[in-house]
């Protein structure tokens, strides 16, 4: 079982070796990597030399340049391109970090494109305020160092102690649980709102009849995000992705954006993909008095006291119709888009707020343009549209395009 620990030994140099100590203590192998540019305070497995050229990069031209924002990026991407050789030739069961900002960043960067599962521990300064920079969509495990990673003395050498101890217990877990075994059954992932979860609860009963076993995401942002990464790790087997509201979000201005790389992993893999327009209606804000002033005389519903909805126009609607046939076009794997002609969302139906067919019409339009879509005449949250998708996505995923 082996943790790598990786990090800035110029500057913590010390810490290190007693983490390094620690493991070896704990009957863990251990590798060094070093990511610092100026002298070495620790022998390491991977010099810093070797971490900055798998990045392009020189270290005595960094050294020289003195620019520490272009050093952390280059090492950042050196040491992920270290730990993806490492991770491919089994030689890492967990990763092992120590660090203030910069440091943190370097290992945040190094380990992100790490498959989900295989432990990410990061002590470092920063873990006690916003950490989305460093964790993203994986599964990074942040831990406070209280004090500067600064020599080890009584209060850091029992954060470190137990740092070394997680992993150790970590890497020990990870190793004992193996690789996928041939019993275990295709993963899916899906996209859910709360105004689409009849739909993808019936997407899902279909599925387990089928025999995957069915990941739910909530289209919160980060769910999205979530979802885009394990696209990327290669776990999936196929994305229904039936709700996509996030794009609105990230269209709009509202709080819930997943970023403009939504809906774009899976077709970038290859990974089979069944899609909808889930909740396209709705912008999501916080409570009311937090809705920009600019959209004061837009369709508003106060869906709890912490989220107000804004109902999307019929451009926007549009817009978003463009976008979502311009990325499935640009899919490598099969994908199939599935529109519901009775309305997107449980607010998006007759007598409810949002119901706008002729909104939704302007999304339908421009999603046309993608010619693998198919208009169901049916609400999104109607049994039989969850179950047409679930099907569908079954089909792609045995090879039947």
């Given at each position: 079982m ?5 990090g800035?030994l110029d ?6 070796a ?6 070896a203590?704990l009957?863990?192998?251990v590798?060094?990597?070093d990511?610092?540019?100026g002298?070495?305070g620790l022998a390491?497995?991977?010099p810093?030399?070797q971490?900055?050229?798998?990045a392009g990069?020189?270290?005595?031209a ?8 272009a ?6 991407e050196?040491?992920?391109?270290v730990l ?5 030739s089994g030689?890492v069961?967990a990763v092992?970090?120590v660090?203030?900002?910069g440091?943190?960043s370097i ?7 790490l498959p989900?599962?295989?432990p990410k ?5 920063m873990?006690?305020g ?10 990074v495990t942040?831990?406070?160092?209280v004090?500067?990673?600064?020599g080890v003395?009584?209060l850091?050498?029992a954060?470190l102690?137990?740092a ?5 217990g970590m890497a ?17 992932g899906?996209s859910?709102?709360?105004v689409?979860?009849?739909a ?9 009849e089928?025999?995957?076993?069915v990941l739910?995401?909530h289209?919160t942002?980060?769910?999205g ?5 394990l696209a990327e790790?290669?776990m999936?087997a196929?994305?229904l992705d039936?709700?996509t509201?996030?794009l609105?979000d990230?269209?709009v201005?509202g709080?819930?954006s997943?970023g ?13 993909q069944v899609?909808?327009?889930g909740?396209?209606d709705m912008?999501n804000f916080?409570p009311?008095?937090?809705v ?20 999307t126009t019929?451009a926007e609607m549009?817009?978003?119709g ?6 499935l ?8 888009l599935?529109v ?12 409810m707020?949002?119901?706008?067919p002729?909104a939704?019409?302007?999304?339908f ?7 693998r ?5 049916a609400h999104?949250?109607d049994p039989?549209?969850?179950?047409a998708m679930?099907?569908?996505l ?8």
């Amino acid at each position: 079982m082996a943790v790598v620990l990786i990090g800035t030994l110029d500057t913590k140099g010390p810490e290190y070796a007693w983490l390094r100590g620690r493991l070896a203590d704990l009957g863990r192998e251990v590798l060094v990597v070093d990511t610092g540019v100026g002298p070495s305070g620790l022998a390491a497995d991977v010099p810093a030399a070797q971490v900055a050229a798998r990045a392009g990069a020189d270290l005595e031209a960094l050294r020289a340049a003195g620019d520490r924002g272009a050093a952390v990026t280059a090492m950042g991407e050196g040491a992920a391109e270290v730990l993806a050789e490492l991770h491919r030739s089994g030689r890492v069961d967990a990763v092992l970090a120590v660090g203030g900002s910069g440091g943190s960043s370097i290992a945040a960067r190094a380990v992100r494109d790490l498959p989900i599962g295989l432990p990410k521990l990061i002590v470092s300064t920063m873990a006690s305020g916003d950490v989305a920079p460093y964790v993203g969509a994986k599964d990074v495990t942040l831990m406070y160092s209280v004090v500067d990673i600064a020599g080890v003395n009584r209060l850091s050498r029992a954060i470190l102690g137990n740092a070394a101890a997680a992993v150790a217990g970590m890497a020990q877990e990870y190793a004992a649980r193996g690789p996928a075994q041939d019993g275990d059954r295709p993963l899916v992932g899906a996209s859910m709102f709360g105004v689409t979860t009849p739909a993808v609860d019936a997407a899902r009963a279909r599925l387990d009849e089928l025999g995957y076993e069915v990941l739910v995401f909530h289209a919160t942002g980060s769910g999205g995000r979530a979802l885009e990464g394990l696209a990327e790790s290669g776990m999936l087997a196929g994305v229904l992705d039936l709700t996509t509201t996030e794009l609105a979000d990230e269209l709009v201005g509202g709080v819930l954006s997943a970023g403009p790389e939504r809906l774009t992993a899976a077709g970038r893999h290859g990974v089979p993909q069944v899609v909808a327009p889930g909740a396209l209606d709705m912008v999501n804000f916080g409570p009311r008095d937090t809705v920009p002033e600019r959209f004061a005389a837009r369709t508003l519903y106060v869906h709890n006291p912490a989220v107000t909805l804004m109902r999307t126009t019929k451009a926007e609607m549009a817009e978003l119709g463009r976008e979502i046939a311009a990325k499935l076009a640009r899919a490598t794997g099969p994908a199939v888009l599935f529109v519901p002609e009775g309305g997107v969302s449980a607010l998006d139906a007759p007598g409810m707020p949002f119901h706008d067919p002729e909104a939704d019409e302007a999304a339908f339009a421009e999603l046309a343009a993608f010619p693998r879509t198919e208009r169901v005449a049916a609400h999104i949250n109607d049994p039989e549209f969850g179950r047409a998708m679930a099907d569908r996505l079954h089909l792609l995923i045995k090879g039947d395009q």
